[in-house]
């Protein structure tokens, strides 16, 4: 084509269709080689069942499942984080993600879906686990699956942001916990709170509600904070 | 070519000319680009020869935003890097050292993510795919995982990932490295394709077999500095390294 002649030159396609596409391909490659399911369960399940044996004689409380639950899914969610941004630098494909017209905000948002499906699945392995060992019940197993699915969507949120810029870094293994946890505190704490509240009957899910709500404001404060970063985070020096 | 999911309303013109004015990039003290100004133009492959550590790498990681410089200006027809990123974004094709592939994924569910992640619909996405496998000759390894094919192979989708948006300047860090006879004389025809179609062609490489009689612009960088340029269409292979020699 002449060099003068103008050329229908690539625009950036939808947001939605970056992310779905991103987190399709997470999801592919997750299929082929079933890393991070796999060590995110198997690590999973031998916290639960440790601790399982460790409070035999303490008493097995819903305070204790609930900490329990809450320990249990961000270390495993840090292994799956950390091993879903690794595949990104194995081949330097993030340089490719980085070149195509896709906004960040939307390689984010696909990044930020793939680790809330993967923790998710572990989560479905995880949660009947800890019920059926500790003989629980949840009060509201509806309520129950907000508390994850928000717990879930603030890790995978502020994990998403800083495993992204600290792809290059040789130190990241170490650097994105320590950067992680501190902020995702209150997320922790307000899940663990509201899960207690959850398996301890149903006088309690009112105070239930509470926590869940301080972790909708939560994933709401640091998704829209994320979307805003992502961008000068990933941008080239 | 393929129709887009978002036809742009206001078609960009094309940038001919790529001007890189005092361009230095510093790490930490230590320059690795010290001042480099030179017209890249299009329709002109031009070849960027230089010693290791002479900032070839940095220069490539530059034109392709990928990095941006310490001061300088890099011109994209009127377009400054330092101002106008997103604009730049998917009219860059990039084949540098690592394939920019995913390992466990096929060469047609590579190329097709990348198309449908420059703008493509589903259906010519995969009319695209399709024909840019039939031309760097991979149609009958097309559903083996990236993984399981060699360097040649390898290179081969690595192009066509680099070409299939139809980018305004193409970007090649040693594309020969490891090619067989064969993948060689594939990529010499497509360089020349891309260069005779309008394109902006900068390839790194040592390889000047392989560059003999391709370019028409030679740029060597010595520390930082472009210390040579000559403008000559069609040099063989031996003239190509005479040149470079009394650069340096």
């Excluded at chain 2, 010290?34 to 960027?48: H, I, M, Q, T």
């Amino acid at each position: 084509m002449p060099p003068s002649e103008p050329r229908p030159s690539p625009r950036a396609p939808s947001v939605l269709g970056v992310v779905l596409q991103i987190a399709r391909k997470d999801l592919l490659v997750e299929w082929r080689s079933r890393e991070i399911l796999y060590t995110m369960s198997f690590f999973a399940v031998l916290v639960v069942v440790i601790f399982s044996f460790a409070f035999v004689g303490e008493g097995k409380s819903g305070a204790v499942a609930g900490g329990i639950l809450w320990v249990v899914i961000p270390f495993a969610g840090v292994l799956g984080l950390g091993r879903a941004f690794d595949r990104e630098r194995d081949g330097d494909t993030h340089q490719a993600l980085l070149l195509s017209p896709a906004s960040r905000a939307a390689i984010y948002l696909g990044k930020l879906l793939g680790v809330f499906i993967f923790i998710s699945l572990s989560e479905l392995v995880v949660v009947p686990l800890l019920l059926l060992l500790f003989s629980l019940r949840a009060s509201s197993p509806s309520l129950l699956g907000g508390l994850l699915l928000l717990g879930t969507l603030g890790f995978a949120a502020v994990g998403s942001l800083f495993a992204a810029p600290l792809m290059q870094s040789r130190s990241r293994d170490v650097l994105l916990p320590v950067l992680l946890f501190p902020i995702i505190t209150p997320l922790v704490v307000a899940g663990a709170k509201g899960t207690a509240a959850l398996l301890a009957g149903p006088g309690e899910l009112a105070g239930a509600m509470v926590w869940l709500k301080l972790m909708a404001a939560f994933d709401l404060v640091f998704v829209a904070l994320s979307l805003w970063a992502f961008g000068p985070l990933t941008r080239a020096e | 070519m393929a129709q887009r999911v978002n036809p742009p309303t206001t078609e960009p013109v094309p940038f001919t000319e790529l001007r890189l004015r005092e361009v230095r990039k510093v790490f930490g003290r230590r320059p690795a680009l010290a001042g480099v100004s030179c017209d890249f133009r299009a329709g002109e492959l031009a070849l960027l020869m230089g010693p290791n550590g002479a900032g070839k790498s940095t220069l490539l990681a530059i034109l392709s935003t990928l990095s941006r410089p310490s001061s300088g200006q890099v011109l994209f027809g009127e377009l400054d890097h330092a101002r106008a990123e997103a604009e730049l974004r998917g009219r860059i094709g990039l084949l540098a050292h690592a394939p920019l592939l995913y390992r466990q994924l096929s060469s047609r569910e590579n190329l097709l993510f990348f198309a449908r992640l420059y703008g493509f619909a589903a259906a010519p996405a995969e009319a695209a795919v399709g024909a840019w496998l039939a031309r760097v000759g991979m149609v009958a390894e097309a559903d083996k995982p990236v993984q399981a094919l060699s360097r040649g192979m390898t290179q081969r989708v690595a192009l066509a990932r680099a070409l299939l948006p139809d980018p305004e300047l193409l970007l090649l860090d040693e594309p020969f490295t490891g090619l067989d006879r064969e993948a060689i004389e594939l990529l010499q025809v497509e360089l020349r394709a891309a260069s005779e179609a309008g394109k902006i062609v900068i390839v790194v490489s040592h390889d000047l077999e392989a560059m003999s009689g391709l370019p028409g612009h030679l740029a060597v960088l010595r520390r930082g500095k472009l210390v040579a340029e000559h403008r000559e269409p069609g040099l063989p292979a031996a003239a190509l390294l005479e040149r470079y020699r009394a650069a340096l």
